[in-house]
């Protein structure tokens, strides 16, 4: 799957072993832009045959509650599958709001998708989990 585009919500490529789904939309607050993000990132995961993958928010502005609820049932998704999930580029508004939700310490976060693939290239070359650069 290289430089692949579903629809206009996600895009997605490997590298290195790492699936990477990049976040196109920059507000998602919507119910039907929730809904289609989150259909769109479940067929992306179920038919790619990668474990480790990379979320990059750092096109996100503006995120709602239901947008993380959204995240979490790919996280749940991803859990199921045995794989691994870091999130990358979040912008500091919308880190105040995997803060405020208290959700931001069940996922690996990271500054920038370089530095999360460098976790998931330290992972490999270690053979355990090498967490990412943002606490929250």
Same mark, same amino acid.
């Given at each position: 799957?290289?430089? +692949?585009t579903? &629809?206009?919500?996600?895009?997605?490529?490997?590298?290195e072993?790492?699936?990477i789904l990049?976040v196109r939309?920059?507000s998602?607050? +919507?119910?039907?832009?929730?809904?289609?993000?989150?259909q769109?990132?479940?067929?992306?995961v179920?038919?790619s &045959?990668?474990?480790r993958f990379?979320? +990059?928010?750092?096109?996100v502005?503006?995120?709602?509650?239901e947008?993380?609820g959204a995240?979490?049932g790919?996280?749940?998704?991803l859990?199921?599958?045995g794989?691994e999930l870091?999130l990358?580029?979040?912008q500091p &508004?919308?880190?105040?709001?995997?803060?405020?939700?208290?959700l &931001?310490?069940i996922?690996d976060i990271?500054?920038?998708?370089?530095?999360?693939?460098?976790a998931f290239?330290?992972?490999?070359a270690w053979?355990e989990s090498?967490s990412?650069d943002?606490?929250?």
């Amino acid at each position: 799957m290289d430089n +692949d585009t579903v &629809g206009a919500l996600v895009g997605h490529h490997s590298h290195e072993g790492v699936e990477i789904l990049t976040v196109r939309v920059a507000s998602i607050y +919507d119910a039907a832009v929730i809904h289609g993000l989150r259909q769109q990132l479940n067929r992306i995961v179920e038919d790619s &045959g990668q474990t480790r993958f990379l979320l +990059d928010l750092s096109v996100v502005r503006f995120m709602s509650a239901e947008a993380l609820g959204a995240l979490r049932g790919l996280r749940h998704l991803l859990l199921r599958k045995g794989a691994e999930l870091k999130l990358a580029g979040i912008q500091p &508004g919308v880190l105040e709001i995997f803060r405020i939700s208290r959700l &931001g310490g069940i996922y690996d976060i990271c500054n920038t998708v370089a530095s999360a693939l460098e976790a998931f290239q330290a992972t490999s070359a270690w053979a355990e989990s090498m967490s990412c650069d943002v606490e929250l």
